[in-house]
């Protein structure tokens, strides 16, 4: 599959089969990850894998929905801002590296027939707390990870004619 067509087929998944992830796969993600650009290279971020069984009331703490830890793993990706580059008007890269390598693990996830769906909203003190994140790590952005029990809606995207410009505003 070519990276255009991995693109159009990724969704997001929110129904997962309880089937284990194999040790490979989740390896696999989690390269691509490591493997993201970032900023001067820094890396200012940690991945949490979170296997869901027995976890659950601790995840519904995190997210309400219960769909969540219907998926084998979850993933949570946490930046560390002290850690990253700032530009010299003070303007912190750090989510923007953190948003990176988690798209690249959900873009192998995808290539590796395996389901994602992005989270932002979810509640960022009980995952302080559930994850026992330190002090100066951001809970970012959270995905489930397995194998998926549903299918794909149709996406909606604007035009390319909406989103892109040549050469000015």
């Not at 798209?103 to 389901?115: E, P, V, W």
């Amino acid at each position: 599959m070519d990276f255009l067509e991995l693109a159009r087929n990724r969704y997001s998944c929110r129904a997962y089969r309880p089937d284990p992830v194999e040790d490979n796969k989740l390896k696999a993600v989690l390269e691509a990850a490591q493997l993201a650009p970032t900023a001067c290279n820094l890396q200012p971020f940690q991945l949490i894998v979170i296997h869901t069984k027995g976890r659950e009331a601790d995840l519904r703490r995190i997210y309400s929905s219960a769909w969540l830890a219907g998926a084998p793993i979850v993933i949570c990706a946490c930046g560390i801002p002290a850690e990253s580059w700032q530009r010299r008007d003070g303007k912190n890269y750090c989510d923007t590296d953190v948003t990176i390598a988690l798209d690249h693990l959900i873009l192998a996830a995808a290539s590796l027939g395996l389901g994602t769906c992005w989270l932002g909203a979810f509640n960022p003190e009980a995952a302080r707390e559930v994850l026992g994140l330190p002090a100066g790590v951001e809970p970012i952005a959270m995905t489930p990870l397995g194998y998926p029990a549903d299918s794909p809606g149709k996406k909606s995207r604007k035009p390319l004619k909406e989103i892109v410009r040549y050469e000015r505003w």
